[in-house]
């Protein structure tokens, strides 16, 4: 953050990217990073594995580790960034897109006492849904043949699957979260935030959650974007920032 030491202790934002067998960062500009950044908060963008352009092992390192060693991963960069003492633990939220808002709603669900709040956009909640829903544009092949070799097999790893899927595992969220999706997104329609927000009251999570109709997988309209990150700053801030 503007202003700060190189070696502070500060709250912080980690950003688990989408994908999530992409390169999730790079040194070019980031908005969403430099947005938190300018809040005071230390962004912390960890390639966990499966992310690539860092070797086939650590590729096939995040094969259906789902829910597994990649959230283990997130876990790792908190620690190491507090050992460092470039964050206070106690003051770190998770946040994400598509995988990444996946990852930050299991985050708290396998890693408790971590994290203080968590963020997701356009995410994953159930992983069956990727195979059922035919209206996504997820296409026959990948879910015929990508998804049982990455994430897992419907049938032959059931049990896999649903210990790796948030709504499953709703009622052990024990953290705030926010919860956003566009009404238009076919990659990951959203059923899957609907389902989980529905599922996270009733059992009485404190779960927050906006629909922004009009968006797909991202954001098109600059108003609604401005919008989002008005309401991920409010909800952030509530946690990482000390009480006046």
């Known amino acids: 953050p503007p202003g700060a030491d190189a070696k502070q202790a500060l709250p912080a934002v980690l950003i688990a990217h989408g994908g999530p067998w992409v390169r999730g960062g790079s040194l070019r500009w980031s908005e969403q990073a430099q947005f938190f950044a300018t809040r005071g908060w230390r962004v912390l963008e960890p390639e966990f594995r499966g992310s690539r352009g860092y070797g086939i092992k650590h590729f096939r390192a995040g094969w259906k580790q789902w829910g597994g060693a990649m959230q283990d991963d997130l876990v790792d960069t908190v620690q190491w960034a507090a050992k460092q003492g470039l964050v206070d633990p106690a003051r770190?939220?998770?946040?994400?897109?598509?995988?990444?808002?996946?990852?930050?709603?299991?985050?708290?669900?396998?890693?408790?006492?971590?994290?203080?709040?968590?963020?997701?956009?356009?995410c994953v909640t159930d992983i069956n849904l990727m195979y059922d829903i035919s209206w996504s544009d997820l296409s026959e092949d990948w879910r015929r043949y990508?998804?049982?070799?990455?994430?897992?097999?419907?049938?032959?790893?059931?049990?896999?699957?649903?210990?790796?899927?948030?709504?499953?595992?709703?009622?052990?969220?024990?953290?705030?979260?926010?919860?956003?999706?566009?009404?238009?997104?076919?990659?990951?329609?959203?059923?899957?935030?609907?389902?989980?927000v529905n599922a996270a009251r009733s059992a009485g999570v404190a779960v927050q959650s906006h629909e922004y109709l009009d968006e797909g997988h991202g954001f098109f309209n600059p108003a609604n974007e401005a919008d989002h990150y008005r309401r991920l700053e409010t909800f952030l801030r509530q946690y990482l920032d000390p009480p006046i």
């Open 146 to 196: 990508g998804m049982p070799t990455l994430i897992g097999d419907q049938d032959k790893d059931a049990a896999l699957l649903a210990a790796s899927s948030p709504l499953k595992r709703v009622a052990e969220l024990k953290i705030p979260v926010l919860v956003t999706h566009g009404g238009e997104a076919r990659r990951v329609p959203i059923e899957h935030s609907r389902k989980f």
């Open 92 to 122: 770190v939220c998770i946040v994400g897109a598509s995988y990444g808002g996946y990852a930050a709603l299991m985050a708290p669900i396998v890693h408790p006492g971590v994290f203080k709040c968590a963020a997701s956009f356009v």
